[in-house]
């Protein structure tokens, strides 16, 4: 600040140059009048501008669209969804990283919406304190630290915890990804859903929780009885059901211009993977509007439940 006062305080006497009667001063009259006539004479002369230089519309940095819904039938939404994208354009500045989860709560019309929201927030509170602050402070891992996969498994433990201590009646799914680089860290608990989708193909990464999908694993159902199924979205295991938790883990390499989906149920459950990926492919360059289609396509088909997708696309 004190640049600042010295800059704008008045002049005092030790700051002003006196002049002596021997100085000598340039006389008004002596001064040069320019007229334009001497304009004309001499034209003024200015400095070429550089050619600009072409402009790349390809972007460098993670893009995401993201949207939920309370769908056609409930009073309510449920579902909770996060996403936070750390880019920065700073001298030796880290990859861009970013961190996405969709939960989907159950157990009644306020505990549900307690339990995703407590289970996002614990989520993203480890996940930012282990992972997204050291990355961007660029501190070097060590050996002994826990790895991303690790990380987030403990994070999903935290928020079971949390929910079972705050929400005794709630529960949730959670389905998250943390990306840095050309990876993706899945962690993932219930029946919301993460897709990839690569070159037009979508593959679904994560494995449902629920009754209905392990009696098609055991061979006790087919698809189009697990359809109609009366227990269908009754889940084996979620978040804030029981003292113990187990968590699935996959990674997966995400390359130039992939897409990263994750939906809670009431957005596959509806419309399917086939039509999820006709939308995805037909809105390859707006990630909000592919977003936004799939959650209008589910209320077109009826709206049953809460909707949610957030969509992550990787630069080229």
Aim: some cysteine.
């Amino acid at each position: 600040m004190n640049w600042f006062r010295r800059l704008f305080k008045p002049p005092t006497a030790d700051d002003v140059e006196v002049f002596s009667a021997a100085d000598t001063l340039p006389r008004i009259e002596d001064t040069p009048v320019i007229t334009d006539e001497t304009q004309k004479a001499v034209p003024l002369k200015t400095r070429p501008l550089p050619p600009p230089k072409p402009f790349s519309s390809k972007s460098r940095n993670i893009r995401f669209g993201q949207v939920s819904d309370v769908g056609q039938l409930r009073s309510n939404n449920q579902d909770s969804s996060l996403a936070v994208l750390i880019s920065s354009e700073v001298t030796n500045s880290p990859p861009p990283i970013g961190f996405f989860v969709v939960a989907d709560g159950m157990g009644g019309h306020h505990d549900g919406e307690l339990a995703s929201t407590i289970t996002v927030q614990a989520l993203v509170r480890e996940v930012v304190e282990q992972v997204l602050l050291p990355h961007v402070d660029g501190t070097q891992r060590t050996a002994d630290q826990k790895t991303i996969p690790e990380i987030l498994s403990d994070s999903m433990l935290a928020a079971n915890q949390a929910v079972q201590d705050q929400v005794p009646n709630g529960g949730t799914t959670a389905t998250c990804a943390l990306i840095r680089g050309d990876l993706a860290y899945i962690a993932h608990v219930g029946d919301s859903r993460a897709y990839l989708i690569s070159e037009g193909n979508l593959e679904l990464i994560t494995r449902d929780h629920s009754l209905v999908r392990r009696l098609l694993e055991l061979g006790q159902l087919t698809p189009e009885e697990a359809e109609v199924h009366p227990q269908r979205n009754v889940l084996y295991r979620a978040i804030g059901q029981g003292e113990t938790l187990e968590v699935d883990a996959a990674t997966r390499r995400m390359p130039p211009t992939s897409r990263l989906l994750l939906c809670s149920d009431g957005l596959w459950g509806v419309i399917g993977d086939e039509k999820i990926a006709e939308i995805l492919n037909e809105y390859v360059d707006d990630d909000q509007e592919a977003c936004n289609k799939l959650v209008a396509t589910a209320n077109e088909l009826g709206g049953p439940d809460n909707i949610t997708a957030v969509l992550v696309h990787m630069p080229e």
